[in-house]
C-alpha cells in the first residue's frame, strides 16, 4: 500500500517482469501474489478500514514509499496493529530529489523492521525483495497465464459449491 504515484503498479509490473507501462489504479488489482490498492485508500482516512479487511488476504504486508516523496503518510508505529508481517519499499530510488536514507528512516519509524530498495524500471534491487519474499519471478509467457486463468477458474467454480 502506498498513496498514489508512489509506484505500486510500477512496482507490480517489474515484479512480474511485465513491461512497465503508467495506468492510474482505479480499483483493487488481485494478482497471483499482489494486491495493488488505489493510492487514495491510504490517502483518504474513510477507506482504511479497506486496507485492514485486505491485509487478511496476504501473508505480506507492503508499505510504499517512493524516495522522492515530501512527506509520509504512515504514522509513527502504524505498523503495531498489522495482523501479518509488514515490511517497507522505497521505490523511485533513482529519481530525482530521492531521498532514500529519509525514507527507510520513515518506515522503520512507522515499525518496518524490514525495508527494501527498488527501482522498478532499472529492475535495482528487485531480486532482493523477490528472494525475501521466497517466490521466483514469474517469466513472461502465454503459458503462465493460461494456467493461472485456468486455476482462477478452478477456484471460482470450487468456492460456488
Not at 38 to 63: M, R
Request: negative net charge; hydrophobic residues 35%.
Amino acid at each position: 500500500m502506498g498513496r498514489s504515484g508512489a509506484g505500486k503498479t510500477t512496482l507490480t509490473q517489474a515484479l512480474y517482469g511485465e513491461d512497465i507501462e503508467y495506468h492510474k489504479t482505479q480499483y483493487v488489482n488481485y494478482s497471483q501474489y499482489i494486491i495493488d490498492p488505489p493510492g487514495e485508500y491510504i490517502e483518504d482516512k474513510q477507506f482504511g478500514f479497506a486496507l485492514a479487511l485486505y491485509s487478511y488476504e496476504v501473508d505480506v504486508i507492503g508499505f510504499i514509499l517512493a524516495a522522492n516523496e515530501p512527506f509520509s503518510l504512515y504514522s509513527p508505529a502504524s505498523t503495531a496493529t498489522a495482523t501479518r508481517e509488514v515490511i517497507g519499499i522505497v521505490t523511485q530510488i533513482n529519481a530525482e530529489g530521492a531521498d532514500p536514507a529519509l525514507a527507510k528512516e520513515w518506515l522503520e519509524i512507522a515499525g518496518c523492521e524490514k525495508v527494501f530498495f527498488v527501482d522498478s524500471v532499472t529492475r535495482e534491487g528487485l531480486d532482493k525483495l523477490i528472494d525475501y519474499l521466497g517466490w521466483d519471478e514469474p517469466e513472461k509467457t502465454d503459458e503462465k497465464k493460461i494456467a493461472a486463468k485456468k486455476q482462477k477458474t478452478a477456484k471460482k467454480a470450487k468456492n460456488k459449491e
